[in-house]
Structure formats: structure tokens, C-alpha cells
């Protein structure tokens, strides 16, 4: 039977109405940045307009301190990348602890040293940037002004640890840090994402940070 | 007419034969499938893709997910948008004449264009670019896989494989170990029996094929047309593509298909006999089918190749019931009408000749099959020499076909096909039929200038002192001499002379030799005198029958030197060719084989031994055919016809209705005028001996004295002249005769009371 070559010709706007459909569904770019750390399964999204500081220039940082097991810590960091919304933020004002005034987000994965793992716990993990529970529980003349707005188990895959969410005032100035520290199951890993900025700015993009803290997913090493 | 009958011839007229790609004005329409294929499948390997992305990443949306792959994958999108471009260019030329009138002439042009280039540089350059082209892909998918650059991923391949080897190597193993047994044993049943020599490996040239000049001129002109093709197909035509070389073993045709490998400047295949016999159906089939991929590999690369398939016969037929045909005939069952004999039945119509043809051999039917090749393998073969011309090569057809060109017609595969055998019969009718053998010649004994020429070429190579007009005798008293026969014989003379102290062959040297060739060695046998005398006696007789009464044949040789099967004889050979043969002839012969009985009862007082007993079955059997069959009796008709329908013969013949026929029917009935002839024959026989006595016994003299003796010796002693050993002139002197007259009466009495003759044998 021979068919009509119009009702052949019928099927060529499907085809090209299906093709059509899709490539222009997705282009454009993607809404989030997908930052990850295969190896460890370490996972987090930032926004797009977040502008990355790289593994390179972190560990450069890192390099330059002097003290004597600086070097044996550094090689201890398997991975570690920082975003921030504001371009100039440097590798320097990463790690220290003055306060800033754009949301500054660090994920890092280390190993740790055979003593480190035999004493590790959540406390030792709440005390990654500053020493919380000494603060809480040995309060001393000297210790700053602090507030805990949230403190949780997190559960992941491939570890497991504490979220912290809280502020403190250095040098007179006010910051808030978002703070998630997870240990995997053997002991040997440490899955920290610190997100930090001044507390003003921090309420200011509080929606933003929340989802960046919850996005952060550990599948643990395969 | 009936409605719907009406309605029937309706449609049939309404039908449309389907129209030649050339007649069509706009392009053939796609089924739905063949539109929508490469677009489904780019579109599911990019779902793939994408679901892969979220697979690695577990945070990731579905709609960032689609939008990184259509970043990192933008060659699939473009890969997608050229289908749909393609398929839009498709829709057109479905639908615009014009359009696609101009895509077409495009193509033609670039076709045009691509076919500048000779089929062995496009061959070059398409292995070139697939080689390519499958490494790049290869590269692109291990890219992927290695989330590297696929020329970094090329070099992670083999390490991965090498690590997933032992894992591999158990999933494996099982079905390894089964299959490879096959596969291995295969593999090694369908290896061998084909030679490739390329040129200047042999360096046999046509120079040094002797006596053959014929079918050498033939063979030279295929191997011309296969070297410059062009000459004969740019005028239409095409390169014979098989030769057929017949003949009787030893003429020379493996040295002819030798000195065209050695001759030709492109490969030659050398094929055994046996390389198509396999333990396992279909062995056979695989290797003429990759026989012939490698002849057309040849043939690509090197413009040509010439295929040789020695022994040809090996390779079997399906029998006589698949031919038909009137040119069959097999050796046992040869009928006179296709003999060479006479003009067989090309006077005939070819339906005449078909009847007869089928009347005598379709009772055979399948019983000849087998052969070598069997179970497939000849069909294979019939198929691989003239089957489809259908496209080969993936580029060709799945490339060119996904793209939308039509596959290429295969280039012309120049491959000579050169088969030899000395039993045509029992090729397959298939085989021979042209565009598969072609051209067929017959490789005969070689003619007289041929031999004298290999005789010389052999004597060339030896010392000798042969001169030319002997080497000329020596050519026409061995007519049906081969390359083979000649080149034994001067081997054979050689070692005679050898062994008799010299190292060069004497005239002698080679009659002795030809003589040990045709007779054998005698046996060394000293007959008792009576019985020497009386063997000598007989042979006497055959030839002086023959020196006086046959024309056609001169007498080779005489001798009563017992061999293996004879006491003695007299061995004749036709001076020239000759293709007819007639009555007189015939009954010459008769008249020769008959001297003998005639001439034991002349001499030996009407007693005689029973050594006539051969010579008196082939003058019956000459004597019978004459009458039955030849049409040189008293009737006419075919002895040969009326026993096939069993009709019985004029008078009746054998297996005729005659036992209660009349006394005058009985007279008349074959075999009594068999006998009739035969009775009148030696009576003949008998007179021209009496004629003769004093011939006979001078020459039984001779061979008593010599043993043996040569042809012209023979006439010497007859005729009273000078031979080559004898000298005849005594033979002529009364006083000679007298004696001999005396000791032949002494022996005959001495045979009668069987004692030694008491006298003794005259000496000259």
C-alpha cells in the first residue's frame, strides 16, 4: 500500500518538535554550582554567583605557615575548596577568623594522624574552629560573648557528626558561623563545610546558608 | 466478466512495476522508523548521559543536571541538530523535485570526483580512515568512561582491562572453554592448501613451456587482459575471467600455470587438490569463502590475481543427474555418437542431440557426485565465481547507506581463474559455463615440431651426439610423447649411456631407452630353440602382414624378447596425424592380427599355439564394430542403437529375438557375418603370406639372431636393403634362404616330436 507522501511527511514536526523540546529545556547553564570531592563522596551545592576559591590557591595559603607540624597537617587535607559571593575575599581571609562582611563557605576533607582518631568525638568536633564546649562548660573570664542557635546530630552515609550553628564576638566584632563537622565511620576522615560571616550579613543571607549547610552530602569512600 | 474478476484486472492494471532510482523524480519516502531512529537514539544517550551525571552526583536537580550535559555533551546536541537538518533536507527532496534533482547531480559530482582516484589508492585511504575512525571512537567512549581526555583515556584502557583481567577470565572461562575448541579447531581445518606467490618468486616463464604454442598463445592473451585491463573495458567489454586446461597427464599444465605465475607481474594462488576436503560440514565453505576475501583482497591491492586450482577433478560435481547436458559424457559409458571419432552429433539439431544425450546418461543420475569438495563446498564455489555483485565493506554499507548514498557497486575484482584437470568429465557443467570458466582448452600431446622442440630443450641440458634429422625421427616415432614421457626417456638414455661407461647419449642410448619405457624391461628368458623359432615365426608374420598390407601405421618395432605379459610383438605407430579412420584401414588391422593364426597354420603344418588368442579378440572386435557399428558390413544400421531399445539387430543380433527365428534369418543373424568376414579375412592373410615365405622367415631369422628389432630393420630385412642395426642384403640370397628353409623344416619337425632341432641355426 502506498501512503499519501504527505501523511509520510507528518512525522518530521514530531521529530523535530521532540528534539527541539529537549535541547531547548536545557539549555542555559545550571541554576547551582556542584562543587564535589568524588573520592570521599563529599557533595555540596552553592549558588551560581558564588565565586570559588580553588584547592590550589587554599593549600598555597596553607603552605605558607612556619610553625613546626604545619606541613605534616597540611598533607594531611585531601581536599578543600571555599566560595564566597564577594570576589575579593582572599585564601588568607579563608582561614583566619576575622570576621567579614560576605558569606565565606570552606568545605575541607582531612585525615587524621592515629592519635587524633583515637581521641576524636563530637565535642572535639564541635571544637573545630573555636573551642566551644570548653567555652560552655569551663566558662572563664577570658572567654568572648558566645550564643549556640542550633546544635544537631547529622547523620550521612558516610559519616556521622554535628551541626553547629552559632556566634561569637572577636575583636569586638560580631560573627556567625554555620558549622558542620562529620567523622567517618573508621575514625580516619574529617568532613568539615564552615560557613562563616559577620552576623549582620549572616542573617542577611540566612536562606542561602541554610541551604548550602543542608545541601552538604557525604557518601563516604567506596 | 465477472465483478470481481472485472475488478482483479483493475488492480493489476493499476500496478506499477516499482520504479528504477533513475526514473524517480523526487526522493523515496522514509518509513517512521528510519526518520526517527538516529534522533531517538542521540536523544536516549543523552537521557543517558544525564542520568548518569546524577548518578555521580546525589545532589544534583534533574534541570541542572540537563543543563551541564548540554554543556559538556554540546557534540551530541550538534550531532542532534544535524540529524534534524538531515531529516528536514530529507522532507524536502520528498516533497521538491528540484530539490532533489540538484542533491542528486551533487552527488553524482562527488562520486565523480572520488572515483578519480584508482580503486586500490581509495582502498588505501578507506583502510586508512576506518582505522582512524574506530580509534577516535573508541577514544571518545574510554573519555567518558575515565572522565579524561580521550587521547589520555587510550593509554588507561589496556591498564584497566589488564586489572579486570582475572575477574574477566572467570566470567569467561566457561564459555572460553567450550567455544575456543571449536572455534581453534576450525581455524586450523580451514588453514592451509593455498600457496600465494607473488612475483619474481617463481621464475618459470613461457619460454620454457614446450610444444604448446596454442593454448601458450591463448593463456598469453588472458594474462594480457588481466595486466591491462583497460584495454578490453573501455570498450564495453570485460576480463575473461576463468581458463579450463584439459588434457592427458603429463602435457604440461601445471608447468603452463607455473610459468604464469612466474610470468605475470601479480600474485598467483596456488590451490591444492585436496585443500577443499574437510572432516566437517561446512569447512569446505569457509575456505573457498575466505579463499576467495583474499583473492579480492589481492585483486584490490595489486590490481589482480591469478587463482590456479590444480587437479580441478578433485573438486568434484552433483552429479549427472544436475547436468542434462548434451556435452557430458563419462568415460565409462562414452557413446560413439560424441566421440571424437567421427563428427558425432554435430550434424544433428540440438534437440536431436539432447535425446540422445538424456536416453544415455540421465539412468546414471546422481551416482558421480562427491568428490573432494562435497557438502557444499563446489556450490560455494559456483556462488563465489559468479554470484550477487552485492556491496561490500562496513563503510560501504552502513556508512554510506546512514548518510543517505546509495552503497557503492563492489569494484571489478580482477581474478583469473585457472583450473586444470586431465578428467573434464567429472567437472561439474556449472563450472564451465562462461562468466564462470570461460575459455576452455585442451591440452593435448604436443604436435611434432613441439616434441622435436622438447627434445631438444631436454637433450640441451645433457651431452649427446644426436643430430638434427634423428632427433626428428625420434619425434615421429614417438607420437604421443609428453613433456613428462620426453623428459624420462633422455633420463632413462642417460643412464644407459652411464651405465655403459660413457657420458654421452648415442643414438642407441635413446631407442633402448624408449623401448624400456614403452615395453618394460624383458624378462630375460631364453626360449628352447623350437619355441624361440616358433615365436619368431609369428611375429614375422604380423610384420610382414603389416610392411605389406597397412599403410597407415609403420612398425615401430619388432621382438620376441618375452615381457610381462607378451611372448613377443610388433609394435606400430601412425606415421602422421590422422583423424579419420576407414574401411581399408580397419581391415589392414584385421589382416595383421590375423597373419599370425594364418601363419602358424601355413608353417607349422596346420598346428597353432594359443598365443593368437589376443590377436584374434582384437580382430574380432574391430571386425564386429565394423559391421555393428561403422557401417562398413553388409547393413546399416547402428548395432550400438538397436541394443539400446532392444529392438534387435537386422538378422538378429546379440540380445535379439532370433532363437525361433528361420534357418535363413539364423545365417544372416550378426555374429554369423561376423565369422562371414573373418573366414574371408584369413584367407586373404593366408595367400599373401604364401606369397611372402621366404619374407617371414628371413625376418624370424633376424629376430632369432637380434631379438629385437626397430622398425626400419624390420623394412631392411623385408625389403633387402641397409638398416640401422641389420643389414637385409643376404636376406635376398638364394643360398641363405636355403638354409633357413632347412632349419625352419627341422625345427617344425623338431616341435612335432618336441626335441631339440637338429640343425643348427644358420649364422651369416
Known sequence: MLKSPLLALRSVPVVIAIAMSFLLSSCGSATQQYPAFKKEGVYFAVPNNWHEITTKQLNAQEALATDADAKDRAAMVQWQVAYSTDKAITPAEVFNLNSVDAPVVLARVRSLFPDESNSVSNNSLRNMVVPLTTWVTEPTATTPVYEIFDDQDRIEKGARGVRTVFSFTLHGEKQSIDQTALLSPDRSTIYVLLIRCSSLCFEKNKAAITKIAESFTVRGNK | ?764
Request: hydrophobic share 40%.
Open chain 2, 1 to 764: 466478466m465477472s465483478e470481481i474478476e472485472q475488478k482483479k484486472v483493475d488492480t493489476l492494471d493499476k500496478y506499477r512495476s516499482r520504479e528504477r532510482d533513475s526514473d524517480r523524480k523526487v526522493r523515496v519516502h522514509l518509513s517512521l522508523f528510519d526518520r526517527t531512529k538516529f534522533t531517538s537514539l542521540f536523544l536516549i544517550t543523552f537521557l543517558v548521559l544525564v542520568w548518569a551525571d546524577m548518578a555521580d552526583n546525589p545532589i544534583l536537580s534533574f534541570n541542572d543536571a540537563l543543563a551541564n550535559t548540554f554543556n559538556t555533551r554540546w557534540w551530541l546536541v550538534a550531532l542532534l541538530l544535524v540529524e534534524v537538518i538531515r531529516q528536514i533536507h530529507f522532507a524536502l527532496a520528498e516533497l521538491l523535485s528540484k530539490y532533489h534533482g540538484f542533491w542528486l547531480r551533487y552527488f553524482k559530482f562527488v562520486d565523480r570526483q572520488v572515483h578519480r582516484l584508482s580503486d586500490w589508492t581509495r582502498y588505501r585511504l578507506s583502510r586508512v580512515i576506518k582505522a582512524l575512525l574506530f580509534v577516535a571512537l573508541l577514544a571518545v567512549i574510554l573519555g567518558a568512561v575515565y572522565n579524561e581526555t580521550p587521547v589520555r583515556a587510550l593509554f588507561f584502557a589496556p591498564k584497566a582491562l589488564w586489572s579486570a583481567l582475572p575477574m574477566l577470565g572467570q566470567l569467561l572461562f566457561a564459555v572460553v572453554f567450550i567455544v575456543i575448541q571449536f572455534v581453534a579447531m576450525f581455524w586450523f581445518l580451514s588453514r592451509g592448501g593455498i600457496d600465494t606467490y607473488f612475483p619474481d618468486d617463481i621464475r618459470t616463464r613461457f619460454t620454457d613451456v614446450w610444444g604448446q604454442d596454442h593454448v601458450l598463445n591463448r593463456i598469453r592473451e588472458n594474462l594480457l587482459f588481466l595486466e591491462r585491463p583497460e584495454e578490453i573495458e573501455k570498450h564495453g567489454g570485460y576480463v575473461p575471467g576463468g581458463i579450463l586446461l584439459w588434457g592427458p597427464p603429463g602435457t604440461g599444465k601445471t608447468l603452463m600455470a607455473e610459468s604464469m605465475a612466474g610470468e605475470t607481474g601479480k600474485p598467483f594462488v596456488f590451490v591444492d587438490p585436496g585443500a577443499f576436503n574437510a572432516m566437517f560440514f561446512g569447512v569446505g565453505v569457509m575456505k573457498v569463502k575466505s579463499l576467495f576475501r583474499k583473492l579480492r583482497k589481492l585483486a584490490l591491492r595489486y590490481g589482480g590475481v591469478v587463482v590456479f586450482f590444480d587437479e580441478a577433478d578433485s573438486l568434484g560435481n552433483r552429479g549427472n543427474i544436475s547436468s542434462g547436458g548434451p556435452q557430458r559424457f563419462d568415460g565409462k559409458s562414452q557413446s560413439a555418437i560424441f566421440g571424437d571419432a567421427c563428427h558425432g552429433g554435430n550434424y544433428l539439431s540440438e534437440s536431436a542431440v539432447s535425446i540422445l544425450a538424456r536416453e544415455k546418461f540421465v539412468v546414471g543420475g546422481a551416482g558421480g557426485g562427491g568428490g573432494g569438495g562435497g557438502m557444499g563446498t563446489l556450490q560455494s564455489l559456483l556462488t563465489e565465481l559468479s554470484g550477487l555483485k552485492k556491496p561490500r565493506g562496513f563503510f560501504n554499507r552502513i556508512v554510506r547507506r546512514t548518510l543517505g548514498l546509495r552503497p557503492k557497486n563492489p569494484p571489478k575484482y580482477r581474478i583469473l581463474v585457472v583450473m586444470a584437470t586431465n578428467m573434464p568429465e567429472a567437472l561439474d557443467e556449472a563450472l564451465l559455463r562462461p562468466g564462470r570458466i570461460d575459455r576452455m582448452y585442451r591440452v593435448g600431446y604436443p604436435s611434432k615440431a613441439g616434441r622435436i622442440r622438447t627434445y631438444e630443450g631436454y637433450l640441451a641440458k645433457v651431452s649427446h651426439s644426436l643430430t638434427e634429422a634423428e632427433i626428428d625421427k625420434l619425434a615421429t616415432i614417438t607420437p604421443y610423447a609428453t613433456g613428462a614421457t620426453i623428459k624420462d626417456t633422455i633420463n632413462e638414455a642417460l643412464i644407459t649411456a652411464i651405465r655403459n661407461g660413457r657420458t654421452s647419449i648415442t643414438w642407441p642410448d635413446v631407442i633402448k631407452a624408449k623401448q624400456l619405457k614403452e615395453l618394460g624391461p624383458s624378462e630375460d628368458v631364453e626360449y628352447i630353440e623350437r619355441e624361440r623359432h616358433a615365436v619368431a615365426v609369428h611375429e614375422a608374420c604380423h610384420a610382414v602382414m603389416a610392411h605389406r598390407v597397412r599403410q597407415h601405421m609403420a612398425i615401430d618395432l619388432a621382438t620376441i624378447e618375452k615381457g610381462s605379459d607378451y611372448l613377443g610383438m610388433v609394435a606400430s605407430i601412425p606415421p602422421d596425424d590422422q583423424f579419420t579412420r576407414w574401411r581399408t584401414e580397419y581391415e589392414s588391422d584385421i589382416l595383421v592380427s590375423l597373419a599370425s593364426l594364418a601363419g602358424e597354420r601355413l608353417f607349422f603344418d596346420g598346428d597353432n599355439s594359443s598365443g593368437v588368442s589376443g590377436d584374434l579378440e582384437s580382430a574380432t572386435t574391430i571386425a564386429s564394430l565394423m559391421e555393428g557399428q561403422w557401417g562398413m558390413g553388409s547393413t546399416i544400421s547402428s548395432h550400438a542403437t538397436a541394443r539400446r531399445f532392444e529392438m534387435g539387430s537386422p538378422g538378429g543380433g546379440k540380445g535379439g529375438k532370433s532363437k525361433g527365428d528361420t534357418q535363413a534369418n539364423m545365417r544372416m543373424a550378426l555374429a554369423d557375418r561376423i565369422e562371414q568376414n573373418l573366414g574371408l579375412l584369413i584367407v586373404k592373410a593366408e595367400e599373401i603370406l604364401k606369397k611372402n615365405r621366404n619374407e617371414v622367415l628371413a625376418l624370424a631369422h633376424a629376430l632369432e639372431i637380434h631379438k629385437t628389432l626397430s622398425g626400419e630393420d624390420v623394412a631392411a630385412v623385408i625389403d633387402g636393403t641397409v638398416g640401422s642395426i641389420v643389414d637385409g642384403r643376404p636376406y635376398k640370397e638364394k643360398a641363405l634362404l636355403a638354409q633357413i628353409e632347412r632349419y625352419h623344416k627341422a625345427a617344425v619337425s623338431a616341435h612335432f616330436e618336441h626335441r631339440t632341432p637338429d640343425v643348427e641355426i644358420p649364422h651369416i
